[in-house]
């Protein structure tokens, strides 16, 4: 599975490029297991990508955790933030979901170097299952962004446009800490050529991944067809309906 460039079904967050093009890119990702390197080169136009095929970071409730984000520049990009969907309704508009905001220049916290990071603590609140994470960077058409003049935003938005820049969504699996309990325990797994069944824990849903991050397979039920897999080592996730995440190295 590739990554896809459809926020669907969250907002969309395009760039219009109407000025000059800048080449703002995020270069880099770092959320608990998540470290993704996109590179120093900007997603093809509308600059937006879901990397979707890699593996959910999991989120414990009422842990804090670092995010740190690299980008292209660190002295002329005007605004960048995150953005984590805590309550899984589909948008990031909701208190407390913007999770990291650094405007230059004027702002307290400004960037140093090219990368900034956020401690983000994860409320006791948020929804047990996987959401979706928002970074985004890029500068206004009317160089406007100065101090707190105004907020990054996580979508389109009216009156200022998103020039240029870059944005990237990520999967994370939130979990709450009763889950952890429940991960000294084993599920049982079985498997044959084709099939790879997860027993003795109520399952929600099941991914594969490939040991490089990328994934590989899914499944809506406890059961899984391995039988178009190559013969390797494979990472099997395990998202249980009360919301922890077990993680199993398996063998086809």
Known sequence: MAQVTSASPYCTAQYSDDFMNVPHAIEQ???????????????????????????ATTLVKGQTVALTIHHDDGTTIHGLAAWIDFNGDQDFDDAGEKVGE???????????????????????????????????????????????????????????????GETEDYSVAITSAAGLEELETSARLVMTDAFLSVEDVNVHKLYVYAMNGQQVGESNTAQIDLSSFTSGMYLLKVQTAEGAVLDYKITK
């Open 29 to 55: 990702v770092q959320f608990g297991s998540l470290d993704h390197t996109s590179g120093g080169t900007q997603y093809a136009a509308p600059h937006y990508v879901f990397y979707n095929n890699l593996a």
């Open 102 to 164: 650094t405007l230059w220049p004027g702002d307290d916290d400004p960037m140093t170097g090219n990368s900034v990071t956020y401690q983000v603590a994860i409320p006791q609140a948020a929804t047990v299952g996987t959401t979706r994470l928002r970074v985004r960077v890029y500068e206004d058409d009317e160089y406007t962004f100065s101090g707190n003049n105004l907020p990054v935003m996580p979508c389109q938005f009216a009156g200022h446009d998103a020039d240029w």
